[in-house]
């Protein structure tokens, strides 16, 4: 007995100085990318089917190129070009090819306008003559080759461009682009930011005609941002932004014609918003995605340009709103394959060039999250779905009828699929919780595993070095709901010990934060929090998404509400587990999530004892339009849905520790927000902490911003939870 006892101290031991051997995940670390994964960049599969293109980085002289891979066998079977083959660039970040493959558009100097959009100096590269031909000597936005990748279209200071490759010679399509007044050919803020997109213009089947689109924003009120810099004195950066309410930009859709250069504009009835257009395999048809300002009927409308003669295609409507996606395939006779939420959940469906339904292609209760395409010869739609399990993703094929269906990648965890151009294989990414990135070859039909490409199993090994607890998954019952969340333990847990809890959410409408993935930056941080002794949880509660439509638009004219009761009803059950200390719970979140664990703090201040809000929303009426209305409608339509649940208008609820931080560069979220919110804690006379990081956006980063927020808010963390 007793050397039994006497054996088991020793492993007690033992494992005890193992543990303690292993490092703690540090704040540094973590930004400077020592966890970083390995992928495979800017991938393109040949129309040939049979090979596949990858942006390389030569990392000893920062040069780049593209390489050719064989599906099969996985080698290398040649350059298309290299930078350290062309004169007077250095690198590219980026290339497309041409429609046939005989040209590449290559990017360089590419630097950010807003979230998607950007400025570059691009080149067009002749790959049988090795010809290089500089575009534009000023930078450009979504410069587009046409179908024969003789001409290129592009957008500079407004305007619409059409650059002729052979000769060098450019032409000006358009002429009154103004800044903060007329935009031709690229989307305003408002549409980038929550239609998400940027090139607002397309070139059509035989590249005789390009469609796009024209946004007058003379009435669209300016919101103007101090950009402190450097300079003696802070210059004013002046941008049109519609908040909830206000007037959007007048959006027109129009023809340019190639042959005739001349532009006509296509009369579209009743068309508030023109979220997408996309050319039909007829050159002369042209679909058009049009939706009103509630958002909650949407239209798709084929466009006959040789006569400007309108079909109505198909029609959504919604008691709440209809979400915008990419998922259109038009097939070889214009037949179209589209998804939809209308039975409950998004699924695909398949019609006819009339528009007439001809069948519903998924169903059941679970949502289709991606859609790759349809392979017309073998009559497959490939897709990815939640089938395997809301937190999980697996890649599947089926019939067009809607039979024969194969699941080809449902590993627990997350599946994503890349296609040949023939669908004849796919390189599946796949990771989990547990298992970085990998990826492999598998064949489309069958989902065989044809062979290994890349893993990340240099960094699994690496982590092994270091304090890393599993993350949990299980869901809780909330309010009638049964909620994903996972929890993340301290390695060395003890169930008889008390131990504080901090919870993360983002908890806007659609989104999901419980998956079975692997990790991004504040994963790696919540694990640093563990080690150091902490609970982490995260709840994703009502009005999250891939759970179906009603789970997801129960928060319809009242967003925060029900998410801020849920994460509170969480935070009380967690609180009453055995070993988490029910003084010390603490929560927080990034933007939405920001505004959530205000909220929170406030209206569950006998729950919550912390919180942090990183450049949170504070009133959804500082907010933009499209985002803000297709949840809440206009602040006239639903006043108390948007006062009733902006935290600056009961300040005095404030008990607890409370961390405030935002950029003054934020064009999302406004730093207005949290002045706002400062200010009402000032004259409630609550005592708080709080840091604005300046000239920085929404993500707050850039140097060494990142390293010294997260260590602001790991320091907080220590000092009061």
Not at 205 to 214: D, E, Q, S, V, Y
Not at 288 to 316: G, P
Not at 606 to 626: G, K, L, M, Q
Request: charged share 25%; with cysteine.
């Amino acid at each position: 007995m007793h050397r039994i006892s006497f054996l088991l101290l020793l492993l007690v031991g033992f494992s005890l100085s193992t543990f303690a051997q292993k490092k703690q995940i540090t704040v540094e670390e973590i930004y400077r990318g020592a966890f970083r994964t390995h992928g495979l960049d800017v991938l393109h599969s040949l129309k040939n089917g049979k090979q596949y293109t990858t942006l390389n980085r030569n990392g000893s002289n920062a040069g780049s190129s593209i390489d050719t891979y064989d599906y099969e066998t996985r080698q290398k079977v040649g350059t298309v070009v290299s930078s350290a083959d062309l004169t007077g660039i250095k690198s590219f970040t980026s290339y497309t090819f041409s429609n046939d493959e005989s040209k590449l558009l290559l990017a360089t100097e590419v630097e950010p306008i807003f979230r998607r959009s950007t400025l570059g100096i691009f080149y067009v590269y002749d790959i049988a003559s090795k010809k290089v031909t500089k575009v534009s000597d000023d930078k450009i936005q979504e410069p587009t080759l046409s179908p024969d990748g003789k001409q290129l279209a592009y957008v500079s200071g407004n305007n619409l461009h059409l650059f002729d490759v052979a000769s060098g010679r450019t032409k000006q399509i358009t002429s009154d682009g103004v800044r903060n007044k007329i935009i031709n050919g690229v989307t305003d803020w408002v549409y980038e930011e929550e239609f998400a997109f940027v090139r607002a213009f397309e070139w059509n089947a035989n590249g005789t005609k390009i469609a796009f689109l024209r946004f007058d924003e003379t009435e669209v009120p300016e919101f103007s941002m101090d950009v402190y810099g450097t300079a003696l004195y802070p210059s004013p950066h002046v941008f049109k932004y519609p908040k909830a309410g206000e007037k959007n930009a007048l959006v027109s859709l129009h023809l340019y014609d190639l042959a005739s250069e001349t532009v006509s504009k296509v009369d579209l009835e009743e068309a508030y918003y023109i979220p997408r257009i996309k050319w039909m395999n007829r050159p002369d048809y042209l679909s058009v995605q049009t939706i009103n300002r509630h958002q909650n009927h949407l239209k798709l409308q084929a466009v006959n340009v040789s006569d400007n003669s309108i079909a109505l295609l198909l029609e959504e409507r919604d008691d709440a709103y209809v979400d915008i996606t990419d998922d259109l395939t038009f097939l070889e006779d214009d037949g179209f394959i589209w998804t939809s939420e209308k039975d409950g959940y998004n699924h695909i469906y398949l019609y006819d060039k009339t528009g007439k339904l001809k069948n519903q292609i998924t169903s059941g209760a679970w949502e289709v999250t991606d859609y790759y395409g349809y392979d017309e010869k073998k009559n497959r739609v490939y897709y990815q779905s939640t089938e395997n399990g809301s937190i999980n993703r697996g890649v599947y094929g089926i019939g067009s009828n809607g039979k024969k269906k194969k699941a080809l990648a449902v590993k627990a965890g997350v599946n994503s699929a890349a296609f040949s151009a023939d669908f004849s294989y796919f390189i599946n990414t796949f990771s989990s919780a547990s298992t970085p990135y990998t990826y492999t070859l598998h064949g489309a039909l069958n989902g065989k595993k044809v062979a290994d490409i890349k893993d990340n199993a240099d960094l699994l090994k690496k982590l092994e070095g270091y304090q890393m607890g599993s993350k949990e998954f299980s869901t809780i019952s909330i309010h009638g709901n049964d909620l994903n969340m996972y929890m993340i333990k301290p390695k060395d847990f003890d169930a008889s010990k008390k131990y504080p809890l901090l919870m993360y959410q983002y908890s806007g409408p659609g989104s999901q934060s419980v998956s079975n993935q692997w990790m991004g930056a504040n994963d790696y941080w919540h694990q640093m929090l563990a080690s150091e002794g902490y609970i982490v949880a995260c709840v994703d509660g009502r009005g999250t998404g891939l759970k179906g439509r009603d789970f997801k638009k129960v928060t319809y004219l009242n967003l925060v509400k029900y998410e801020t009761e849920d994460q509170i009803a969480a935070a009380q059950k967690l609180s009453a587990l055995p070993y988490v200390d029910e003084a010390r719970t603490g929560i927080w979140g990034w933007s939405f999530g920001g505004h959530m664990a205000t909220n929170c703090l406030l209206k569950g201040n006998d729950v919550f004892e912390t919180a942090i809000a990183v450049a949170p929303v504070t009133s959804w009426r500082f907010y933009d339009t499209i985002y803000t209305e297709r949840f809440m409608r206009t602040p006239a339509e639903n006043p108390g849905g948007y006062d009733d649940n902006s935290p600056f208008n009961y300040p005095e609820l404030l008990k607890g520790k409370y961390l405030l931080i935002h950029g003054s560069g934020d064009d999302n979220v406004h730093v207005q927000n949290s002045m706002r919110m400062i200010e009402a804690l000032i004259q409630a006379n609550k005592q708080f902490d709080w840091a604005i990081y300046p000239d920085k956006n929404h993500g707050i980063y850039g140097g060494n911003t990142r390293t010294q927020l997260f260590t602001k808010m790991t320091n907080f963390i220590k000092e009061n939870l």
